[in-house]
């Protein structure tokens, strides 16, 4: 079981200006959100050049982890200590309004900043892999093989703290202006959702093989 966050405050760089009824700063709901991605988006400046890099990640308490080869920009600047902002975004819907001006989407973002942790410990590190892909699917860990010594090597781990984070939630119809009522066009919500698709086995798998409880697995812990 995923260990739960600490209640947050916002901070100066946290403190939703634009639209502020739309942020949450609740642990719980920034815990929720992250939870269900499965994309980050980590961006850095390195030499006055903004990178934005997306990539797979897992929560683990207070803390976000990403993981990959040490030769990874991202991964280099993470251990580098060079400040982060990684957010994370789930699209809930388009909002169809009336006008052009108030078209919008549905969604559920999280905005982090924070500085890289490089994880040493080879236990912490085994520990962060093994919930890496149980993110794929719940208890995946326990049936494919464990990296190796030298894919441990090769495999980079930086934790980044959730102590400064923020969520920002957009829900409902298109807020459209009362004038606008009367424009004869549909207006309104496509809602969108990730679904999992027939499981396509791998070359080679024997046909007695099942595939693994992966919807199941995924509507429970990871949808947009
Ligand atoms: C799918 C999607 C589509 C969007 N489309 C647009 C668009 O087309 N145009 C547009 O202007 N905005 C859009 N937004 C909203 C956008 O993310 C910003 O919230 C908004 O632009 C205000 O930016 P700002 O820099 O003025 O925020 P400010 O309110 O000044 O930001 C201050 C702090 O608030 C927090 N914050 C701001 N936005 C978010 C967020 N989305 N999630 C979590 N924390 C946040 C951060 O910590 C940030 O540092 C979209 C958001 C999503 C998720």
């Not at 009336?98 to 905005?111: D, I, K, P, T």
């Not at 794929?136 to 326990?142: K, W």
């Not at 090597?153 to 923020?166: D, G, R, Y």
């Amino acid at each position: 079981m995923i260990p739960a966050m600490t209640p947050l405050a916002p901070s100066e760089r946290t403190r939703v200006h634009r639209l502020p009824q739309r942020a949450d700063y609740d642990a719980r709901t920034i815990a929720a959100i992250l939870d269900r991605g499965f994309v980050a988006h980590v961006g850095f400046v390195i030499g006055g050049q903004p990178v934005v890099i997306p990539t797979t990640y897992v929560r683990l308490g207070d803390e976000l982890f990403v993981h990959g080869s040490p030769r990874s920009g991202m991964l280099r600047a993470a251990s580098d200590r060079i400040p982060l902002c990684v957010t994370v975004t789930l699209l809930d819907g388009l909002v169809l309004a009336r006008s052009a001006f108030h078209h919008s989407m549905n969604y559920r973002s999280v905005v982090v900043f924070g500085e890289g942790r490089l994880v040493d410990a080879a236990d912490e590190k085994r520990a962060v892999l093994e919930q890496l892909v149980n993110r794929f699917v719940r208890g995946r860990a326990e049936v494919v093989r464990a990296p190796n010594e030298i894919e441990l090597k090769a495999t980079s781990v930086i934790a980044v703290s959730l102590t400064e984070a923020s969520a920002k939630i957009r829900t409902g119809p298109p807020l459209d202006d009362a004038e606008d009522l009367v424009v004869p066009c549909w207006a309104g919500v496509l809602p969108l959702r990730t679904s999992v698709l027939a499981a396509e086995p791998a070359p080679g798998v024997s046909a007695d093989r099942e595939p693994p409880e992966i919807a199941a697995g995924l509507l429970e812990g990871a949808t947009g």
